[in-house]
C-alpha cells in the first residue's frame, strides 16, 4: 500500500482550541494534500504541499510536511463549530494522476 | 462557484443488475475521477479518464466496471453485474490539469445500496 494512516482516528476539543491531526504515507510523494468532508457530503481540497516545500499556510490551516519521516500535519487554529468534520491527507505521485487517501481523522468541536 | 455535480444522489438495485452513475465534472476540466468509500472506510481511487480514455485503474475497477464521457459534458461509471459488496458511496471528482498536483473537485456523490 502506498498510502499510510492518520492519527487519531477521532479528536475531540473545544470550540477554540487547536487541532492537530498527522498523516503518514509510505512511499515517496510528489505532493500531499488534505481534504474535508462533512457528513454526508463530498470532499472538499483545503491545501496542498509540494514534496519540496516544509509548511504551508492558508487562513486558519498550518500544514507541514516532513519527507525524511513521511509524514504530514494539519494543524487547525481557534477551531469553530463549523470544523467538526472528517479530515483526509492524500498522497500524489508524479507518476500517476491518482491520489491515495488515509484513513481520516474525525473532529468534533464541542461547544 | 462550479461544482461537480452527481446524480441520482441514492441508487438501490437489485444484486445482479447494471447501475450507471451519473457525473457532470466542472466544464473547463480535463482530469476526471471515480472514487468509492464503503461506510466508515477510507475513500479508494478506482479510475482516472484523461482525453477520452482511463489514464489509470485500481485493482478494484474490474471487468464489471467501465466509464464513459458520452457527450462531453456527463462523465459516467457503469457496473455491469452488482455484488452486495458494490455498496458504497461513489464520488465523481474532476481536475483542472494534468497530473496529481492539482485540487481535485468532488461531487457529494451517489450512495449505492444492492439489496
Known amino acids: 500500500s502506498q498510502q499510510g494512516e492518520e492519527d487519531p482516528q477521532a479528536l475531540s476539543i473545544q470550540e477554540g482550541e487547536n487541532a492537530t491531526m498527522n498523516c503518514s504515507y509510505k512511499?515517496?510523494?510528489?505532493?500531499l494534500q488534505w481534504y474535508r468532508q462533512n457528513s454526508g457530503r463530498g470532499l472538499v481540497h483545503l491545501i496542498l504541499?509540494?514534496?519540496?516545500?516544509r509548511e504551508k499556510h492558508s487562513g486558519r490551516l498550518r500544514v507541514t510536511l516532513d519527507t525524511s519521516k513521511k509524514s504530514s500535519s494539519l494543524l487547525i487554529t481557534a477551531s469553530r463549530a463549523a470544523d467538526t468534520a472528517s479530515y483526509f491527507c492524500?498522497?500524489?505521485?508524479?507518476?500517476?494522476?491518482?491520489?491515495?487517501f488515509g484513513s481520516g481523522t474525525r473532529l468534533s468541536i464541542r461547544p | 462557484e462550479p461544482e461537480v455535480t452527481q446524480t441520482p444522489s441514492h441508487q438501490v438495485t437489485q444484486m445482479g443488475q447494471e447501475v450507471i452513475l451519473r457525473c457532470v465534472p466542472i466544464?473547463?476540466?480535463?482530469?476526471f475521477y471515480w472514487y468509492r468509500q464503503i461506510l466508515g472506510q477510507k475513500v479508494e481511487f478506482l479510475v482516472s479518464?484523461?482525453?477520452?480514455?482511463?489514464?489509470?485503474k485500481s485493482e478494484i475497477f474490474d471487468d464489471q466496471f467501465s466509464v464513459e464521457r458520452p457527450d462531453g459534458s456527463n462523465f459516467t461509471l457503469k457496473i455491469r453485474s452488482t455484488k452486495l459488496e458494490d455498496s458504497a458511496m461513489y464520488f465523481c471528482?474532476?481536475?483542472?490539469?494534468?497530473?496529481?498536483?492539482?485540487?481535485?473537485?468532488f461531487g457529494d456523490g451517489t450512495r449505492l445500496s444492492i439489496l
Open positions: 492524500a498522497s500524489g505521485y508524479s507518476s500517476a494522476s491518482k491520489i491515495i
Open positions: 466544464s473547463n476540466h480535463l482530469y
Open positions: 471528482a474532476s481536475g483542472p490539469g494534468t497530473g496529481s498536483a492539482q485540487p481535485q473537485h
Open positions: 479518464f484523461y482525453n477520452n480514455e482511463i489514464s489509470e
Open positions: 512511499t515517496s510523494i510528489n505532493n
Open positions: 504541499i509540494r514534496s519540496n516545500e
